[in-house]
């Protein structure tokens, strides 16, 4: 499995798939390119980067990116045999005549794959599930981020804390602003004016869900407002997370050294969903998206609260079983409706599965493992119809217009 260095990382919102990974794709083929002479470029973009593009900003990451060349993009709906929903072509055409193509995909979590050739598969962890993990766990006296740290060095703690604290700085500096999101929407901000109502609440049950929702509003409409994004695991989901651990450091005076580690654990959990199944929600809807960022901050939650291994796993289970199914339906391809308020949604299904961890677990052994609750995840994500996976062609997106 690979290093959590290649799922966490940051890059421009609205989504990890539509933006940071084209982005990342612009740039590797201006490094393989020879640039001089190039006469110009033309980017196609097939199935759900042609449908949500413009949308998700698809269109304006690669333009942005090629701003030293002419470029054309064309939106190819029609096409359907292509290695991956989210298939883009690049081609360079220069002055001489001659031509450069490069066919990628945009695999989730703004990771990508050149077709026909073998990028780079270097594995950082020797297993590739959590049972696997389980196993050689002992003898790191059961703490996974003791494995974390042994396998990806000790220099992923500051990786991640630097990360950490930037979705801090981005709740934050999200609270203070007004405005309407872009697009046809129309959507207001609303992050600020949840987050006063919540602090005029007095302690309860009620004040920390609405905490949760306001930090949770804060990252999503940062996202949707495209600003630069930590993937958590993803853009579309990076509102969940952040919300529960930015809670527990601001609210509950948490120890952020821990919370650090507690966020590498999460990550982790995220790490097998992306290994074994699809972090993209063009792939496998959104329990691919939504549900692996539950799974991530739940356990996360489990790490922080010194719950055992196996309450961990069950938070982590948890999480994703109950997101089984969740379809992928951007109304007119924008990260908003329903992105901004599931993130929230999730960010107290991830508290409440956390709870469950705490105080069910204790009384019976769950049946469903983490890895068995993946294969569900990966299977439930193929049976659904394209429609329902990033194509802003079903759901929501077709009853609201
Ligand atoms: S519905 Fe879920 S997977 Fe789809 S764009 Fe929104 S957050 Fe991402």
Redesign the pocket.
């Known amino acids: 499995m690979k290093s959590l260095k290649e799922l966490l990382i940051i890059g421009p919102g609205p989504?990890s798939s539509h933006t940071i990974g084209p982005y990342r794709i612009c740039l590797d083929f201006l490094r393989k390119a020879e640039i001089k002479d190039i006469d110009h470029i033309i980017v196609t973009l097939y199935d759900s980067l042609a449908l949500?593009g413009k949308g998700?900003g698809t269109d304006k990451i690669i333009i942005d990116t090629f701003k030293n060349f002419d470029v054309q993009i064309i939106f190819d709906f029609k096409t359907d045999d292509i290695p991956h929903p989210n298939t883009m072509r690049i081609q360079a055409f220069y002055k001489s005549g001659k031509n450069f193509t490069k066919v990628y995909c945009s695999t989730g979590g703004g990771a990508f794959q050149i077709v026909g050739e073998n990028t780079d598969n270097i594995e950082t962890y020797p297993f590739n599930t959590f049972d696997d993990m389980k196993k050689i766990l002992p003898s790191f006296n059961n703490d996974i981020y003791a494995l974390i740290e042994y396998y990806e060095g000790k220099d992923i703690f500051l990786y991640a804390r630097n990360l950490l604290l930037k979705s801090f700085d981005t709740i934050r500096k999200s609270l203070k602003t007004e405005g309407i999101l872009p697009g046809p929407l129309r959507l207001k901000r609303v992050s600020k004016d949840i987050f006063r109502r919540a602090n005029d609440m007095k302690i309860g049950e009620e004040k920390r869900e609405l905490l949760l929702t306001s930090y949770s509003y804060a990252t999503s409409e940062a996202n949707a407002a495209s600003e630069m994004i930590v993937t958590t695991p993803?853009c579309?989901?990076s509102g969940v997370v952040p919300a529960i651990l930015y809670y527990i450091y601001k609210d509950l005076n948490g120890d952020l050294n821990k919370l650090v580690r507690s966020y590498l654990v999460g990550a982790l959990v995220a790490n097998f969903i992306k290994q074994n199944a699809s972090i993209s929600?063009a792939v496998l809807?959104?329990q691919?998206?939504?549900g692996s960022a539950a799974s991530f901050a739940a356990a996360s939650l489990a790490y922080y609260n010194d719950l055992t291994l196996y309450q961990i796993e069950y938070a982590a289970e948890v999480s994703m079983e109950h997101f089984l199914g969740?379809?992928?339906?951007?109304v007119d391809g924008y990260?908003q409706i329903?992105?901004i308020e599931?993130?929230a949604i999730a960010s107290i299904h991830a508290y409440a599965a956390y709870l469950l961890s705490k105080n069910v677990a204790i009384y019976r052994h769950n049946r469903v493992s983490f890895d068995k609750v993946i294969l569900a995840m990966n299977d439930t994500g193929k049976q659904l119809p394209s429609d329902l996976k990033?194509t802003s062609k079903g759901g929501l997106a077709k009853v609201i217009c």
């Open positions: 989504s949500t998700h993803t579309g989901a929600g809807g959104c691919a998206e939504i969740l379809t992928c339906d951007p990260v329903p992105c599931r993130n990033e």
